[in-house]
């Protein structure tokens, strides 16, 4: 694997956690600029994650491109010894983690708000229509990071674009 085609599957982690945030900042702008009355500024929340969301494709569609603007071109034998499939599970683990850091104590917060709320009702039912879907975003986002955390062999290969293959078979390879 290539210093640039380490960088590419950075560049494509980034496209991940832009798509990510960005939809999350959107149903939680939405949600808020509809509680106060300021639905016309709903409109400026969605142009803003539509280009987030283009700027997170663009990335995810041309990592190599990126990479090789950010390091200078060097030659193919310039390898270092780690597996592709490694580095981009170790760096999918990674930003599951970091998004799990972020997104956790917001979850941990309405957990413990709905069950100090008196009434023998379920914990979504004490929150208000505004609540129920930020933290319906809320668990959306801390699912995706749990997939990259724990489900990072899967994502992978959508990654890299290679098919799985078994230790046998990388060994027959080369």
Same mark, same amino acid.
């Given at each position: 694997?290539?210093?640039?085609?380490?960088? /590419?599957? #950075?560049?494509?982690?980034? @496209?991940?956690?832009?798509?990510?945030?960005?939809?999350?900042?959107?149903?939680?702008?939405?949600? @808020?600029?509809?509680?106060?009355?300021?639905?016309?500024?709903?409109?400026?929340?969605?142009?803003?994650?539509?280009?987030?969301?283009?700027?997170?494709?663009?990335?995810?569609?041309?990592?190599?491109?990126?990479?090789?603007?950010?390091?200078?071109?060097?030659?193919?034998?310039?390898?270092?010894?780690?597996?592709?499939?490694?580095?981009?599970?170790? #760096?999918?683990?990674?930003?599951?983690?970091?998004?799990?850091?972020?997104?956790? /104590?917001?979850?941990?917060?309405?957990?413990?708000?709905?069950?100090?709320?008196? /009434?023998?009702?379920?914990?979504?039912?004490?929150?208000?229509?505004?609540?129920?879907?930020?933290?319906? @975003?809320?668990?959306?986002?801390?699912?995706?990071?749990?997939?990259?955390?724990? /489900?990072?062999?899967?994502?992978?290969?959508? @990654?890299?674009?290679?098919?799985?293959?078994?230790?046998?078979?990388?060994?027959?390879?080369?």
């Amino acid at each position: 694997m290539t210093p640039q085609q380490i960088v /590419g599957l #950075g560049v494509r982690l980034l @496209a991940v956690w832009i798509a990510i945030r960005s939809v999350g900042i959107f149903i939680q702008n939405a949600t @808020a600029f509809r509680a106060l009355d300021m639905a016309d500024k709903a409109f400026n929340t969605g142009v803003l994650t539509a280009w987030w969301l283009a700027v997170a494709l663009l990335l995810w569609l041309f990592p190599m491109w990126i990479a090789h603007k950010l390091i200078p071109r060097t030659r193919f034998e310039n390898k270092l010894n780690v597996e592709p499939m490694e580095v981009a599970r170790v #760096g999918c683990c990674l930003l599951g983690l970091w998004l799990l850091v972020n997104h956790l /104590g917001t979850m941990i917060w309405f957990l413990f708000k709905g069950a100090l709320t008196p /009434g023998t009702s379920s914990v979504i039912r004490t929150f208000a229509p505004d609540e129920r879907l930020e933290f319906f @975003a809320l668990s959306i986002q801390v699912a995706l990071a749990l997939f990259l955390t724990f /489900g990072s062999a899967r994502f992978t290969i959508i @990654a890299l674009r290679q098919p799985r293959t078994t230790s046998a078979e990388r060994e027959a390879a080369e």
